[in-house]
């Protein structure tokens, strides 16, 4: 089964900075993308950012200019780096690995930020 390691989650002071990274293994045929979700108390899980495999990337308007989202095609590995970030993103992150078949995902990462 695939298998999802986050890391790189946890607490920073506005206009800080974290990365987060999932590294993916265990039996993985094909990857259409890879991504970010993110799910803040009381709200749904809203895409974050999203690695197309071929180059094409999808950001949330909320984070387009912070976050860079980066892929390791050789490692199987997504990265997301957060820059300049708002008490707004504090929320549990997901990452996500599409095949085209099924969605799969990480236990998820604790980002908070203080004000």
């Known amino acids: 089964q695939v298998q999802l390691v986050e890391s790189g989650g946890g607490l920073v002071q506005a206009g800080g900075s974290l990365r987060l990274s999932c590294a993916a293994s265990?039996?993985?045929?094909?990857?259409?993308?890879m991504g970010w979700y993110r799910q803040a108390p009381g709200k749904q899980r809203e895409l974050v950012a999203q690695?197309?495999?071929?180059?094409?990337?999808n950001y949330a308007d909320s984070v387009k200019g912070r976050f860079t989202i980066s892929r390791d095609y050789a490692k199987n590995t997504v990265l997301l780096q957060m820059n300049s970030l708002k008490p707004e993103d504090t929320a549990v992150y997901y990452c996500?690995?599409?095949?085209?078949?099924?969605?799969?995902w990480g236990q998820g990462t604790q980002v908070t930020v203080s004000s």
């Open positions: 690695s197309i495999s071929g180059g094409r990337t």
């Open positions: 265990g039996g993985i045929f094909s990857i259409n993308a």
């Open positions: 996500n690995l599409n095949t085209g078949w099924y969605d799969h």
